[in-house]
């Protein structure tokens, strides 16, 4: 089992940057896919970027593309999202996943993803 915690959240202007870390606990972290997904008031949670369980492949939605990188630490057992340029529209709860299969391939369906944080906010003021 795997338990996540982010962290990292907080206001920023347009054109910021933000780092989210997420804390796993739980020996398999380093065998999971781990994802990143954002829920915008009133909205579907969307998927934002995954990070394969070495870390050598990501995957990002067309919104974030370019401004944001994740990255993993498996060592720290921590993923991060680095966003920058961020835009009033990035405004969300962003939530980290930990995939449900042992090293297992990307995912952009949160239903691929068995843990869940309780999420962090951002919001970007314009």
């Known amino acids: 089992q795997v338990q996540v915690v982010e962290s990292g959240g907080g206001l920023v202007q347009t054109g910021g940057s933000l780092r989210l870390s997420c804390a796993a606990s739980?020996?398999?972290?380093?065998?999971?896919?781990m994802g990143w997904f954002r829920q915008a008031p009133g909205k579907d949670r969307d998927f934002v970027a995954a990070?394969?369980?070495?870390?050598?492949?990501?995957y990002y939605s067309d919104s974030v593309k370019g401004r944001f990188t994740i990255s993993r630490d498996n060592y720290k057992n921590t993923v991060y999202l680095q966003m920058n340029s961020l835009k009033p529209e990035d405004t969300a709860v962003y939530y980290c996943?930990?995939?449900?299969?042992?090293?297992?391939?990307?995912?952009?369906?949160?239903?691929?993803?068995?843990?869940w944080g309780q999420g962090t906010q951002v919001t970007v003021s314009s």
């Open positions: 996943a930990a995939g449900r299969r042992l090293r297992g391939g990307l995912s952009v369906d949160e239903d691929e993803y068995e843990y």
């Open positions: 739980g020996g398999t972290f380093s065998t999971r896919g």
């Open positions: 990070i394969s369980w070495g870390g050598g492949t990501t």
